[in-house]
């Protein structure tokens, strides 16, 4: 599973179309703004078995499906992404009379659908932050829309 907490720029893409210039909005479309860099947080759990190398693999991964969605990490971008593995053979016993700790990793050979799943649950969640958000009004009268969803669908 993938949480995400989207603040990005760029120019939104959905299933290979540019909705952010359909808008005629994105980012650094007229001129560079001070302070429009923003930051995802990106948070992987995974079931699978996986080494701590591997979960940095696999964090990597979710990137891609930033970038999938139009997100360019730009100059003051603060992306980052955390990932656990909540696999019961790798629990650590807080008490054991055993002075040693059996722990089993999936290959490295097995990890290309892990890959390709976080990539797209990523791009998923992304698209989901972005579908529910609701117009806000925050400092100094300050408001910003939602995505006009039904009619982005309806072309």
Known sequence: GVLVQSNFGGVLTIDGRRVGEELGKYY?????EQGADGSCMIVIATDA???PRNL?????RALLGLARTGGISSNGS????????TAAENRIDYQSDNPLQNLTFLRN????????????ATE?????????ATDVCGYNGHC???????????K
């Open 28 to 32: 650094l479309k007229d001129a560079v």
């Open 49 to 51: 078995p996986l080494s």
């Open 56 to 60: 940095k693999r696999l964090a990597k």
């Open 78 to 85: 603060g992306d980052f992404v955390i990932a656990f593995s």
């Open 109 to 120: 050979d097995r990890l290309s659908p892990l890959f390709l799943a976080v990539i797209e």
């Open 124 to 132: 998923e969640a992304i698209y989901n932050s972005l579908f529910m």
């Open 144 to 154: 910003v829309k939602a995505l006009p969803v039904r009619e982005l669908f309806r």
